[in-house]
């Protein structure tokens, strides 16, 4: 099972960015996949997730009304809309999975990981 972001770049405050996360396997495709970020000295948190085969979503706070994530189970693919981007998102983001449909905040319990894209934004 692999997974593989991509997507990221240089924004400037305001802008906007999807980052995609590819995912080989269907059996990824019906379970719960979340997006996490880490900047320097802090640790990995959870931005955004999606369930399996409802496809609700959860979102972190910082992000509510501005990130939107999503799935194309055709694809295999899980999307990240990054709207009204400011400096303070500037970190790695990296795609989850798990083997359950439930989304949870604990990047512990996610199994499997993307290697992560560089999302930097300007003031």
């Known amino acids: 099972v692999q997974l593989e972001e991509s997507g990221g770049g240089l924004v400037q405050a305001g802008g906007s960015l999807r980052l995609s996360c590819a995912a080989s396997g269907r059996v990824i495709m019906d379970n719960a996949m979340a997006w996490f970020r880490q900047s320097p000295r802090k640790s990995r948190e959870f931005v955004a997730g999606?369930?399996?085969?409802?496809?609700?979503?959860y979102y972190a706070d910082s992000v509510k009304g501005r990130f939107t994530i999503s799935r194309d189970d055709a694809k295999n693919t899980v999307y990240l809309q990054m709207n009204r981007l400011k400096p303070e998102d500037t970190a790695v983001y990296f795609c989850a999975a798990r083997t359950v449909q439930f989304v949870i905040l604990e990047p512990g319990l996610y199994i499997y990981w993307g290697l992560g894209t560089q999302v930097t934004v300007s003031s």
């Open positions: 999606i369930r399996g085969n409802e496809g609700a979503s």
